[in-house]
């Protein structure tokens, strides 16, 4: 079992599978919403996609997850930041 996903630092999404649960939003809206036919990588709890070519496309992805009645940050958030290549992002559940 997968606990902790790679996550992109250059506009990298993550969304908690327990939020499309709990609201009835299917994974396969979520990856049209995200032009993706997968995430990037996924765990049991946890989808990642990115990375997300600039802030306007990241925050189209953004408008497009709150239009499917997801909340920023309780459901999904984003990172954009500036890391070495060296260095990578991962997520888990706390």
């Known amino acids: ?3 902790s996903i790679r996550v992109s630092a250059h506009g990298g999404i ?3 599978k327990a939020a499309l649960a709990a609201k009835g939003v ?3 809206s979520v990856f049209s919403a995200m032009e993706a036919d997968q995430p990037e990588e996924a765990s049991d ?3 990642s996609f990115g990375p997300s070519f600039g802030e306007e496309a990241m925050n189209e992805f953004v408008r497009r997850l709150q239009g499917l009645g997801l909340e920023y940050v309780d459901d ?3 990172i ?3 890391i070495p290549e060296w260095c ?3 997520a888990e559940l706390a």
Do not use: I, W, Y
Request: glycine share 0%; net charge neutral.
């Open 1 to 3: 079992m997968k606990t």
């Open 88 to 90: 990578s992002l991962r």
């Open 80 to 82: 954009h930041t500036d």
């Open 14 to 16: 993550v969304v908690r």
């Open 76 to 78: 999904f958030f984003c």
């Open 45 to 47: 709890d946890l989808l």
């Open 26 to 28: 299917t994974e396969a």
